[in-house]
């Protein structure tokens, strides 16, 4: 059973720092890609940043040069490096991780962790 476990969330003022983890269950190369998304109160879940099996990586236009995803494969963890906040960066931000098999998408959640910006 896939477990995504979420950490490091908290308030933060703005032009401030947090670095979110995501610990993930098994080997994080068994999924083509790990993504980081964010859910502000009303909003829906939109993709912040993103890093495939091969190391790729894709940021959103509003956290590109601010925000870093990387991971650490020994321990099966991906990174969210967030600098330079702003309230607008306030949500749930949610580890998810996804998988194609025979042709059928796979998507795994975590729980979430709470982000504040205060401004």
């Known amino acids: 059973q896939v477990q995504l476990v979420e950490s490091g969330g908290g308030l933060v003022r703005a032009g401030g720092s947090l670095r979110l983890s995501c610990a993930v269950s098994g080997s994080i190369f068994s999924f083509d890609a790990v993504n980081w998304y964010r859910q502000a109160p009303g909003n829906q879940r939109d993709l912040v940043a993103a890093?495939?099996?091969?190391?790729?990586?894709n940021y959103a236009d509003s956290v590109k040069g601010r925000f870093t995803i990387s991971r650490d494969n020994a321990t099966n963890t991906v990174y969210l490096q967030m600098n330079s906040l702003k309230p607008e960066d306030t949500g749930v931000y949610y580890c998810?991780?996804?998988?194609?098999?025979?042709?059928?998408?796979?998507?795994?959640w975590g729980r979430g962790t709470q982000v504040t910006v205060s401004s």
């Open positions: 890093i495939t099996s091969g190391g790729i990586t």
């Open positions: 998810n991780a996804d998988r194609s098999r025979f042709g059928r998408l796979y998507n795994y």
